[in-house]
């Protein structure tokens, strides 16, 4: 099930529906960190015009990530294949008064838009959060 949830960014403070799928399990490869996927078309126009310019142009032909973005790039795995995706530290999801950190937040632009969520996370971030 979906449920309404903040997810704050450098610059940016979002509003999500968030959902927890126990088949999602994506981390990054360097740090452990756990990943929460973000469905960009539906942050975009909340996110920095830095980040944003990036990710279009991510999204249109592949560019490199500057530097001063902190942007990583993450394997991801899904039923479409391989990809890689970018992903910026998040400082924190919250929901009600419960709050986690410590994630890094990835972007999608998947071609079948998800029906439901605009935030996908793994049931370990969920129960952090008291959802279960």
């Known amino acids: 099930r979906c449920f309404a949830a903040v997810l704050e960014l450098e ?3 979002l509003s999500v529906q968030a959902f927890c ?38 999204f249109a032909c592949g560019t490199a990530p500057p530097p001063e973005l902190r942007v990583r790039l993450v394997p991801c795995t899904t039923i479409a294949g391989h990809c ?30 998800p029906e439901h969520w605009t935030a996908l996370l793994d049931s370990e971030l969920a129960g952090q959060l008291g959802i279960h």
């Open 11 to 13: 610059g940016a403070v």
């Open 21 to 58: 799928d126990t088949g999602f399990s994506v981390q990054d490869p360097l740090t452990g960190q756990a990943v929460v996927l973000v469905y960009y078309p539906a942050v975009r126009s909340a996110l920095p015009q830095e980040l944003r310019t990036f990710l279009d142009r991510y």
């Open 84 to 113: 890689v995706l970018p992903a910026v530290p998040a400082k924190a999801l919250r929901v009600g008064s419960r709050r986690v950190q410590g994630f890094l937040a990835a972007f999608c632009r998947p071609e079948m838009p």
